[in-house]
């Protein structure tokens, strides 16, 4: 499905490389050879859009990747001018790269959430479920994605479900430190969902990538999440199983563990589990399990094993010219 030797005529700019997400897919990028250039907000602000079409045009890239966002969906629901950045960033800084996108013909493959659904649902949400966001990070997402498809129209909407990764293993520090301070008692949210490691997310973007890169055309919106939604009692006693086999004390307090669960509250959802069975018609792309991710974050943080870290990264900033991109020549024959 995928022609490696054309890896070599990509070119990709990715918007948000600081994100939790965007660090990964730095990373994915980097081990299969793909040329790209990166941005984060130090170097261009997405709501500055005259910055945001000089860069892009500078740098010309074949294909945009946006992971850049507003995400503290707790504060915005009581800060008022969080919650004006968060509309603000979601929606307007995306307009301004659809824009681009459209102006200079350059597809753009864009991260939304599944918060934009309201958390009803019993089943896994499929891309044609009628959205209805209830917190006021969701409809920024979803505002955001309306945007897109009117105003870019070759754009990817990839949304997914709770994200866990490796740079950033806050939640499982949480739940650690909670199950030791509590003598194996901690509280979650009863919300079933699909936890979803960054660098699982990072695979499927690459394989979108290379499939727009052979001209394919699949625009639209598509679900992905790992395999089998669960409810977070559940994920935190999975967290916890293979925490044990890394740290003595919570090895000691796993017969008594007593995993309590919380009444749902906005901002958090029922249920946000997302169905995948169009992006795997579409791309091909297999949902993979979560218990890889869970143990690679838990190695990391226990330092176990150092995650090999990228080279430097190609930066350019809305001030400086931008020196011609060096190509990178694709590892042949490796898959995500
Ligand atoms: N994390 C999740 O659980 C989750 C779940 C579902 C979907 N998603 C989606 O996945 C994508 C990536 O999320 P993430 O959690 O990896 O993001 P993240 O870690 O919260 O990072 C967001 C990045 O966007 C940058 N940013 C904010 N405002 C900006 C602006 N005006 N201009 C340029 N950059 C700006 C931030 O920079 P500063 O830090 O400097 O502000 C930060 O580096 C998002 O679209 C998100 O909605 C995430």
Redesign the pocket.
């Known amino acids: 499905m995928i022609a490696f030797a054309e890896v070599e005529d990509v070119k990709i700019l990715v918007?948000?490389?600081?994100?939790?997400?965007?660090q990964d897919l730095v990373r994915m990028l980097d081990a299969r050879g793909v040329n790209y250039e990166t941005?984060?907000?130090?170097d261009?602000?997405?709501?500055k859009s005259r910055d945001v079409v000089r860069v892009i045009s500078g740098i010309n890239p074949t294909q945009l990747v946006?992971?850049?966002?507003?995400?503290n969906l707790l504060k915005v629901e009581t800060d008022q001018d969080a919650a004006k950045l968060c509309d603000?960033?979601?929606t307007e800084?995306v307009a301004s790269l659809a824009r681009v996108s459209e102006q200079l013909n350059i597809p753009l493959i864009?991260?939304?959430?599944?918060?934009v659904f309201d958390g009803t649902k019993k089943d896994t949400y499929t891309e044609e479920d009628t959205t209805n966001p209830v917190s006021r990070y969701g409809q920024s997402?979803w505002y955001g994605e309306r945007t897109l498809r009117e105003e870019a129209s070759q754009h990817i909407i990839l949304?997914?479900?709770?994200?866990?990764?490796d740079s950033?293993g806050s939640y499982f520090r949480r739940i650690i430190e909670e199950c030791k301070n509590s003598k194996g008692k901690v509280e979650v949210v009863d919300n079933r969902f699909s936890p979803t490691h960054?660098a699982d997310?990072a695979r499927v973007v690459y394989a979108i990538i290379m499939q727009i890169d052979c001209n394919a055309q699949p625009w639209g919106t598509y679900h992905y999440n790992a395999l089998q939604p669960l409810n977070q009692d559940q994920f935190v006693e999975l967290v916890l199983e293979e925490a044990a086999k890394l740290d003595r004390d919570i090895d000691k307090l796993l017969p008594s563990l007593k995993v309590e669960r919380l009444p749902v509250e906005l901002p958090y959802l029922k249920n946000s589990s997302l169905n995948c069975e169009k992006i795997m018609g579409a791309f091909g792309i297999k949902q993979r399990s979560r218990g890889e991710g869970v143990v690679d974050v838990l190695e990391q943080m226990y330092g176990v094993r150092n995650k090999q870290l990228s080279p430097p990264r190609k930066k350019v900033t809305a001030a400086k010219k931008k020196a011609p991109a060096k190509k990178k020549k694709a590892a042949a024959g490796k898959k995500p």
Do not use: P, Q
């Open positions: 918007f948000g490389d600081d994100s939790i997400l965007g941005l984060n907000k130090s261009v602000d997405i709501l946006n992971v850049a966002t507003y995400s603000l960033v979601n800084g864009h991260h939304s959430s599944s918060y997402k949304r997914t479900d709770w994200l866990f990764s950033r960054t997310v």
